[in-house]
């Protein structure tokens, strides 16, 4: 039996045509939602397109460039009218110890992750209205400490609480904005990044002694874009093979 949980909904996801943000996008359009992904690409957006089918438009652009946004949110109002579900996947993560630290690092983590989350969510809010939900993509990084991941890790304890403070904005407006945290998955930059090794060692990490598959990151974010999840905001669900809760 087909799931249609989200029959009629439209859908924003930034850092959309790859990885996780892509599996969500396939589950949402399973479950009968119209999906915008937002994406710094243009060949991973087409690539994504045939994969998606028709309910789904591809929007080139940057979280960190205001302008794009404007882009999105335009295309957005001008075919679907509206939008009840926005995933604020977009993010960027390298390795600097402290002592080596440059500010082109802050400023190429800081303006995707954290700079970028907020406007992505800030600009949506125009053509949200009541059973709206926000999802924040976070990461286990943001609850545990790693070496020369500072930057990335503090960005994601950020993004957690963002959804803290916001629910607290967004009070009477009935939009909830929770926060999903994965922990290591396999998605295809991780494979090429990580090798074979790189991804054993990775997996050894958490309990589950695996990586996460994509998909299963995108069905929790079905549930949280979904009325399943309605009493739901300012929390954070993890998936993560409990890396980060023991």
């Not at 609850?143 to 990335?152: E, K, R």
């Not at 304890?157 to 929770?178: F, H, M, P, S, Y």
Request: aromatic share 4%; with cysteine.
């Amino acid at each position: 039996m087909q799931i249609t949980r989200l029959n009629g909904k439209t859908a924003v996801i930034t850092g959309g045509a790859t990885g996780i943000g892509l599996a969500a996008a396939k589950r949402f359009i399973e479950e009968g939602a119209f999906v915008f992904i937002f994406g710094r690409r243009q060949d991973a957006l087409n690539a994504a397109l045939a994969k998606l089918g028709p309910n789904a438009r591809a929007v080139k652009g940057s979280v960190s460039d205001l302008a794009d946004l404007d882009r999105l949110y335009a295309e957005v109002k001008a075919e679907r009218g509206s939008l009840d579900i926005v995933v604020a996947n977009a993010g960027t993560g390298s390795q600097l110890p402290l002592g080596k630290i440059t500010v082109e690092h802050c400023d190429e983590i800081l303006d995707t992750n954290v700079k970028g989350t907020i406007f992505t969510v800030q600009k949506a809010l125009p053509l949200m209205g009541r059973g709206g939900s926000i999802i924040l993509t976070g990461s286990s990084a943001g609850a545990t400490g790693a070496p020369a991941f500072s930057l990335y890790a503090a960005s994601k304890a950020a993004v957690r609480n963002l959804a803290r403070t916001w629910a607290e904005d967004l009070k009477g407006t009935g939009i909830r904005v929770n926060v999903l945290s994965p922990g290591s998955t396999a998605t295809e930059l991780a494979k090429e990044a990580l090798g074979v090794e790189g991804m054993k060692a990775f997996a050894a990490l958490n309990p589950l002694q695996r990586m996460a598959d994509p998909a299963e990151i995108g069905a929790v974010a079905a549930f949280l874009a979904s009325q399943d999840s309605s009493f739901m905001t300012a929390s954070e669900i993890a998936v993560d093979g409990g890396l980060a809760q023991i």
